[in-house]
C-alpha cells in the first residue's frame, strides 16, 4: 500500500535534522534572554554611570567600585550576610542531619505527616513568615509572655529592637525557614543508601553514632553540598525577611544586609548606578562560591584518580 505524502515525510529518518531540537527549546531561550541575561548585561552596563533611575546616565568607568570599596555601609552589610550563613546555612544543614537520623532509624506510623509539617516553613511566604515571627518577638509577644510566666523576666526584651540581640532574632527565623530544605535533601539521599551498610555496621558493633558518622554521612556528602550551596545563596541574598522583620535593617544598622543596602541606593536614593554596582559584586561573590562548591562536588563524583 502507498503511504501518503505527509505519511512518508514524517517516517523518513532525512528529514528529521538533530538541529531541529534546537526549535523546541527556542521559546524558553528567548524568555530566558528577556528576564534573565538583558537584566544582568544592563546591571552591569549601569554600574559604570551615575544614574538616579530617570536622568540621562553619565558614564564614570569604575568610580563606583572604587566608592564601593571605601563603603563602610557595604563592608559592614557583607559582614552581618556571612553572619546569617551560620543561622541560614550551617545550622539548618546540622539540624536537618539530626532530623534524618532520628527518622531514618525505623518505620513509625505518621512519619510521612510529621515530616511534611516540618516542611511547611520552607513553602510559606517569607512575608508570611516575618510578620509571624514579628508577632511572637514583640515585647508584648507570646514569647516574653512565657518567659515572664516561667520565672525569667529579666530575659524580657523587645528582641527585634535590641542592638544586642537583633541579628540572633532574624537568624533565628531564617534557621526556621530553611532547615526544611535540608532535611527533605537529607532523607531523599539517606533512602538511597544500601542498607546492607548498616547491616555490616552493626554486625560490627557500630552504635548509632557510629552509623550515623561512618555510613550515613558519607553517604549524603552530595546532599550537603547541594543544600549549602542553596542555602548560602539564601544567607547572601536575603532580603524581605529582614525588611518584614526589622524595617530595612534595624535597629540602627545592626540587622542591614547587602540586599536592604542595595534597596536603599537604588530606590531610596535614586543612586541606581551604585545599587547596580553593589548589586553585581553581591552576584560575583554568590557565583564564585557556588561555583567552587560544585567543583568540589564534580571530584567528588569523578572519585579519586586511579
Known sequence: MKKSFWKRRFDNPPYIRPH????????????????????????????????????DPTFIGFDNYRELWHDEDF????????FFVLFFSILPIMLG????SLMTRGRLRGMAIFRSGLFIPQVMSSVVVGIIWRWLFAYDGPINEFLIMVGLESWVRPWLGDFTYAR???????????????MVLFIAGAQAINEDLYDAARVAGANAWQEFRHVTLPGLNQQILVAFVLTFIAALRVFDLVFVLTRSGGPGKETIVTSILIYQQAFQRNRAGYGSAMALVLSVIIITVSAVVMRLQARQEEGPAI
Request: include cysteine; glycine fraction near 8%; aromatic fraction near 22%.
Open 20 to 55: 531541529h531540537a534546537y526549535l523546541f527549546i527556542l521559546p524558553g531561550l528567548i524568555i530566558y534572554a528577556m528576564f534573565v541575561l538583558w537584566p544582568i548585561i544592563n546591571t552591569a552596563r549601569y554600574s559604570l554611570y551615575d544614574w538616579t533611575g530617570f536622568s
Open 75 to 82: 563592608w559592614l552589610a557583607l559582614q552581618h550576610n556571612a
Open 97 to 100: 542531619l539530626f532530623l534524618t
Open 168 to 182: 540572633y532574632a532574624v537568624g533565628t527565623v531564617g534557621l526556621w525557614v530553611q532547615y526544611g530544605l535540608c
